[in-house]
């Protein structure tokens, strides 16, 4: 059974950092993998989605990549702002395609 | 605006008393599905469905129901509610089958049984 785990839990930096979000999952046959932001209050929005065939994606100042044969996936953050202060979350494609596995999310904190 | 759109947004109830969360995209998404987020375990899948008429089971379908007469409306319907029910419930869609399409969540209901 597919599992996702995401470390740290919770992060805290100041302004200006650049910072890694770390996801693993323990089944390397997966369709694609996204990340995903949670605000308090609201719903998840996706960010960034990678297709198993695919290394890395990029969006502005985020940039995820995908090692399927080690089952890991990095979420990058370049310059952090308190704006980006909210719960991100990696999920994979179940095996059937029909629903997304998700971690537990790692809460970040950027403080200006 | 894109969107979906579910109601309400907080409810409380009491054990037994039926209710139903709505469920609206204004996108023509094929796919749409329901997701519950309990701390410690995570977003897990309720129900999900391909199209219209077509309905399936996700991981935790008990003490739930679905239906899909519409493209658009995809409603969570629970007969008897109970306290382990209480949870944060999201709606999602994606324009077709979930291996190519990113996924857009509702903004939510949080419900309370008592």
């Known amino acids: 059974k597919q599992e996702v785990t995401q470390i740290p839990a919770a992060l805290s930096v100041p302004e200006g950092e650049n910072l890694v979000l770390n996801c693993s999952f323990t089944d390397s046959a997966i369709y694609n993998l996204q990340w995903f932001r949670q605000d308090p209050g609201k719903g998840l929005t996706s960010l960034l989605l990678?297709?198993?065939?695919?290394r890395e994606q990029t969006s502005g100042r985020l940039n995820a990549s995908l090692d399927k044969s080690s089952g890991r996936s990095t979420l990058y953050i370049a310059a952090s702002q308190p704006g980006d202060s909210a719960t991100y979350l990696c999920a994979v494609l179940n095996q059937a395609g029909t629903a997304l596995i998700f971690g537990k999310g790692t809460t970040l904190s950027v403080s200006s | 605006e894109a969107q979906v759109t579910q109601n309400p947004r907080y409810l409380i109830t009491v054990t037994g008393k039926k209710l139903t969360v709505t469920c609206s995209q204004n996108m023509n998404h094929e796919y749409m599905s329901w997701y519950r987020q309990d701390p410690g375990l995570g977003l897990r899948q309720i129900y999900y469905s391909m199209n219209v008429e077509v309905t399936d089971k996700g991981d935790v379908p008990e003490g739930y129901k679905v239906s899909r007469k519409e493209k658009r409306n995809f409603p969570l319907i629970l007969e008897s509610p109970s306290p382990n029910q209480t949870s944060l419930y999201f709606c999602?869609?994606?324009?077709?089958?979930?291996?190519?399409?990113?996924?857009?969540f509702g903004s939510g209901t949080q419900l309370s049984v008592l």
């Open positions: 999602a869609s994606s324009l077709m089958a979930l291996p190519n399409e990113k996924l857009f």
């Open positions: 990678i297709q198993s065939s695919q």
